[in-house]
T-cell receptor, first 112, second 111 residues
Framework: NAGVTQTPKFRVLKTGQSMTLLCAQD?????MYWYRQDPGMGLRLIHY???????AKGEVPDGYNVSRLKKQNFLLGLESAAPSQTSVYFC???????????FGPGTRLTVT | AQSVTQLGSHVSVSEGALVLLRCNYS??????LFWYVQYPNQGLQLLLK??????LVKGINGFEAEFKKSETSFHLTKPSAHMSDAAEYFC?????????FGTGTRLQVFP
């Protein structure tokens, strides 16, 4: 099993450009999450999904959109990137009611 | 709302010394509690979890944590630090359908 995978691993964007980060899991988990990690701030939840076709806002949702069209995939979109979105982005997944989350390797995004 | 406080953003110990990383939580309901470890340029890995069974929880790599309801704490310990323990450690508390993470503690181990 590959577990949780993230695409791409690195990306550099110019201000105003758009992009989509892809998260895929092969564990048949119901719940999926997107976090950003910034120095000194730990992990902050951006959006999450408790099932196919459902999404919810986390702590820092502004400037991001998500979609969960298939159970195994969770997409994070930046419509108009800003330097403040320079960060490392992590995806995670879990079984319903478990709370134990499995993390992907991360995507390092730089916005210039 | 649930929250987590990790005391000390950096902790330094000598190899062979006791490791103690502190975590206090706030929760309006009986919580599930977790410790995760992150090695450089990697994702987070689960170290151990408390899910309302035994209050002393043993995890991987010789780590353990004790749930103390009266102190709202879930401190992480290891009797003897190893150089390979150098990493960032995150405490997390359950919130409906998600986890709330602390800001992390970076552990340095000196020879």
């Amino acid at each position: 099993n590959a577990g949780v995978t993230q695409t791409p691993k690195f990306r550099v964007l110019k201000t105003g450009q758009s992009m989509t980060l892809l998260c895929a899991q092969d564990m048949n988990h119901e719940y999926m999450y997107w976090y950003r990690q910034d120095p000194g701030m730990g992990l902050r939840l951006i959006h999450y999904s408790v099932g196919e076709g459902t999404t919810a806002k986390g702590e820092v949702p502004d400037g991001y959109n998500v979609s969960r069209l298939k159970k195994q995939n969770f997409l994070l979109g930046l419509e108009s990137a800003a330097p403040s979105q320079t960060s490392v982005y992590f995806c995670a997944s879990s079984y319903k009611g478990s709370y134990e989350q499995y993390f992907g390797p991360g995507t390092r995004l730089t916005v210039t | 709302a649930q929250s987590v406080t990790q005391l000390g953003s950096h902790v330094s110990v000598s190899e062979g010394a006791l490791v103690l990383l502190r975590c206090n939580y706030s929760s309006s309901v009986p919580p599930y509690l977790f410790w995760y470890v992150q090695y450089p340029n990697q994702g987070l890995q689960l170290l151990l979890k408390y899910t309302s069974a035994a209050t002393l929880v043993k995890g991987i790599n010789g780590f353990e944590a004790e749930f103390k309801k009266s102190e709202t704490s879930f401190h992480l310990t290891k009797p003897s630090a190893h150089m390979s323990d150098a990493a960032e450690y995150f405490c997390a508390v359950s919130d409906p359908d998600k986890l709330i993470f602390g800001t992390g503690t970076r552990l340095q181990v000196f020879p």
